[in-house]
Each structure stands twice: as structure tokens, then as C-alpha cells.
């Protein structure tokens, strides 16, 4: 009992503390170096995590999740566009309690000679519940230093923040492809002036991805292009200016990576309409989701988000008026059947 009441103590810690982080990065406030302090090393040696490691195989390509760690997110607080009720009665229905404690996905795909990571995670910047993935990676036995390529769906702190290991780059071997609009966007000093309240995102942008454009290895595409054999780019904007859709494809089978166009699973797929604050342009990230939604529902293929419970990888089905997500069904193969 004691232990379950510690662990209830944290749990709650841990989400007041990620709960002001989160505004932190929204309201533009300096979070200072939690990964320093002895509250991180406390609560991690309180609560290691899970190790977040699933594989499965697309065709050709081994597929391996990767988790960053999770962070309770209020979505009372954050959720834009939802109806008197909606979020009380969805989380009531889905037996979870604000904040909702959120996972932090990032993926890597094994394709032949080249080991590519898609996203991540936060790196040092949001600790203490984030900051796994070089755990999650260790454990899959894969070094840093082997990836040879980094997809970043979108620059949030969240997914290219793992790209630095505080002044050192953590992939120092990779090319790192980021869609040119998205680098233009949060790379370009004028924009922080036109969007006040992400002026510590514009900051950790810079402190995050600056280092390799000076290294030369940032790679930018534009729309929708072919990466690698098997590899390619979707235009998907609304989240944010430049957010891309990576597609793997190989023997016919499919799975495309979402990055951030769900946050709140209980309630963005029944109603694709509901937003969040960090969306720069909600009515097209919206707009962008449906249109997904669509595809995905008609074709069948794979999806993996960055922020469905982990693995977050499952497949999309019509269901009423919205959508319904089912998860990939544990297998020891990953093959989900
Ligand atoms: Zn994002």
C-alpha cells in the first residue's frame, strides 16, 4: 500500500510538473535544465521506465517503436474546437482521467544498409517523464552514432529535440530531412515577432536543428518527393507549416507515419474536428486529418502516431460519423495476427 501510495505521489508530481512544462513551452517561459537537477534523478530512479522497444516488419523494412516516455497532457486545458461536454463524457467513456498521460513515440526503420530514425523524442527538454528514446534505442541495439538518417515529421520540441544531446549532435553520423518550409518557418528570426507565445518553441528550433544546417547535414525536400527506395514524403500541413508524412512501402505492404496529427486518441478520431492549442493552423490541421483519415480508412495501411498510446501503431476504420482506431494486436513476430 505504501508503495502504491508513493507511486500515486509521483504520478502526480510528475504531472503538475510536466503540466507546467507543457504551458512553459507554450506561453514562451524558461523551463530551466530539469535533466540537471536531483528531482530528475530522484524520479527516474523512483520509476524507470517501461522499455518501450516493439518490432514488427513492413515487407522488407524492420520496424522497431521506439518510446520517448510519456507526459500527462490536460486536455480540458489544451483541446480547441470541442463541444460543451465533449471532453468530460469522452474521458468519462473511456475510463481516463485529466491530465491524460500521453506517449512520445519515435520509429525506426532497418532498410538495408541504412538505419533511419523517424522523430526524436525531447532530448533533455522536457524531463523528467521524457528524454528515453537513447534508452529505447540502446535497448533495440542500436548506437547513435549508426543511424544514418533522421525523418523529423515537424519541429516541436517533442520531436527534434532528441536531435542534440545538449551541445553535442546525438546522430553525428546521420543526414537529418526536414520539409524546406518547415525549417524556413521556425529557422527564420522574423516569424518569432508574428507568433509571440512560441517563442521558446523558435528557440529550442534553433538550439535543436541550427547546429547541423552549420554541419551541412541538413537534407530539405519539397511537398511530395521519393527519400529512398521505399521511403517517401507527404505534404501535411496545419499542425505546422511544413508537417510531413513519411510513407514506407515495400512487398505491398504499407505503414505511413502521422507524427502529430493526433493528440488526444479518446477524442480526435471519433471527431476529427477537435484541435489543440499547438496547432499553428487548426482549421487545416483539421482539414489535413480528415483528409488522412480518408485514405487510410479506404486503403488499409498501417499508421503510426507520436502520440498514441505505445507502440502507436494500429490501423483506421470508418465508424458513425468519425473514425476508430485499432491498435495493432500484441504479437511476439509484431506481425499483429
Ligand atoms: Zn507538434
Same mark, same amino acid.
Do not use: C
Given at each position: 500500500?505504501? $508503495? ?7 504520478? &502526480? ?57 510519456? $507526459?500527462? $497532457? =490536460?486536455?480540458?486545458? &489544451?483541446? +480547441? ?21 500521453? =506517449? ?24 523528467? +517523464? ?16 549508426? $543511424?544514418?538518417?533522421?525523418?523529423? /515529421? ?29 525549417? *524556413? ?15 521558446? &518553441?523558435?528557440? *529550442? ?14 537534407? /530539405? ?36 507515419? @502521422? ?15 477537435? +484541435? ?25 495501411? @498501417? ?21 476508430? @482506431? ?12
Amino acid at each position: 500500500m505504501q $508503495i502504491h501510495n508513493n507511486l500515486r505521489a509521483l504520478r &502526480l508530481r510528475r504531472a503538475t510538473l510536466a503540466l507546467s512544462l507543457s504551458f512553459g513551452a507554450l506561453l514562451g517561459s524558461s523551463s530551466s535544465s530539469w535533466a540537471q537537477t536531483p528531482a530528475l534523478k530522484k524520479a527516474r530512479a523512483a520509476m524507470p521506465p517501461q522499455v518501450g522497444v516493439y518490432r514488427m516488419k513492413i515487407g522488407d523494412f524492420n520496424v522497431t517503436a521506439l518510446s520517448d516516455g510519456t $507526459i500527462p $497532457i =490536460s486536455l480540458h486545458n &489544451l483541446l +480547441t474546437n470541442v463541444k460543451p461536454g465533449q471532453v468530460t463524457h469522452t474521458l468519462e467513456h473511456d475510463v481516463l482521467k485529466d491530465p491524460v498521460e500521453t =506517449s512520445v513515440n519515435a520509429y525506426l526503420i532497418e532498410a538495408g544498409s541504412r538505419l533511419i530514425l523517424v522523430d526524436t523524442g525531447s532530448g533533455e527538454l522536457y524531463g523528467p +517523464t521524457l528524454g528515453y528514446l537513447p534508452n529505447s534505442l540502446h535497448a533495440a541495439g542500436v548506437r547513435p552514432e549508426q $543511424i544514418t538518417d533522421v525523418l523529423i /515529421t515537424h519541429i516541436h520540441t517533442d520531436h527534434s529535440g532528441g536531435l542534440m544531446n545538449y551541445q553535442a549532435l546525438a546522430f553525428p553520423n546521420a543526414a537529418i530531412h526536414i520539409a524546406k518550409r518547415e525549417v *524556413e518557418f521556425w529557422l527564420n528570426p522574423q516569424n518569432i515577432a508574428k507568433f509571440p507565445t512560441r517563442k521558446k &518553441l523558435f528557440a *529550442e528550433a534553433r538550439a535543436k536543428v541550427a547546429p547541423y544546417i552549420k554541419a551541412g547535414k541538413v537534407k /530539405t525536400f519539397s511537398g511530395d518527393v521519393q527519400l529512398f527506395p521505399g521511403i517517401s514524403t507527404l505534404a501535411a500541413y496545419g499542425h505546422t507549416a511544413g508537417h510531413t508524412v513519411y510513407v514506407l512501402e515495400s512487398k505491398g505492404q504499407k505503414m505511413q507515419f @502521422w507524427g502529430d496529427m493526433m493528440h488526444a486518441a479518446s477524442l480526435q478520431f471519433p471527431d476529427p474536428d477537435v +484541435t489543440i492549442v499547438f496547432d499553428t493552423d487548426s482549421r487545416m490541421a483539421a482539414a489535413t486529418r480528415k483528409k488522412y483519415m480518408v485514405d487510410a480508412a479506404k486503403q488499409g495501411y @498501417w499508421v503510426a502516431f507520436d502520440h498514441v498510446a505505445f507502440p502507436g501503431v494500429g490501423h483506421i476504420r470508418t465508424e458513425g460519423k468519425g473514425y476508430r @482506431w485499432i491498435p495493432i494486436n500484441y504479437s511476439d513476430d509484431g506481425s499483429g495476427q
